[in-house]
């Protein structure tokens, strides 16, 4: 049974950093891209970052460019995402996610809130 459980959430000022953290069981971890998504309130789930399985290649979306890093850990079954210059509009329910044998997962989320 694949699982994805995310944590490292919580109450952050703007400009503040969080590290958020997955982690996988249930498939091999290393063989599959991985990604983050979010959902902040009355919103849709926006993609924000992808990494191929080896870790070498990642993707940005434009609103986290420069700002947040994904990063992974093989050997751990565990994928990062480092949340640095914190918005208020960052506030949201962070997921991880992943594509595997034709079907989507999702963690159950790990919420974020960035106010003073």
């Known amino acids: 049974e694949v699982q994805l459980v995310e944590s490292g959430g919580g109450l952050v000022q703007p400009g503040g950093s969080l590290r958020l953290s997955c982690a996988a069981s249930?498939?091999?971890?290393?063989?599959?891209?991985m990604s983050w998504v979010r959902q902040a309130p009355g919103k849709g789930r926006e993609w924000l970052s992808s990494?191929?399985?080896?870790?070498?290649?990642?993707f940005y979306a434009n609103s986290v460019k420069g700002r947040f890093t994904i990063s992974r850990d093989n050997a751990k079954n565990t994928l990062y995402l480092q949340m640095n210059s914190l918005k208020p509009d960052d506030t949201a329910v962070y997921y991880c996610?992943?594509?595997?044998?034709?079907?989507?997962?999702w963690g159950q989320g790990t919420q974020v809130t960035v106010s003073s």
């Open positions: 996610a992943a594509f595997i044998r034709g079907s989507g997962y």
């Open positions: 249930g498939f091999t971890f290393s063989r599959y891209a």
């Open positions: 990494i191929r399985s080896g870790g070498n290649i990642t």
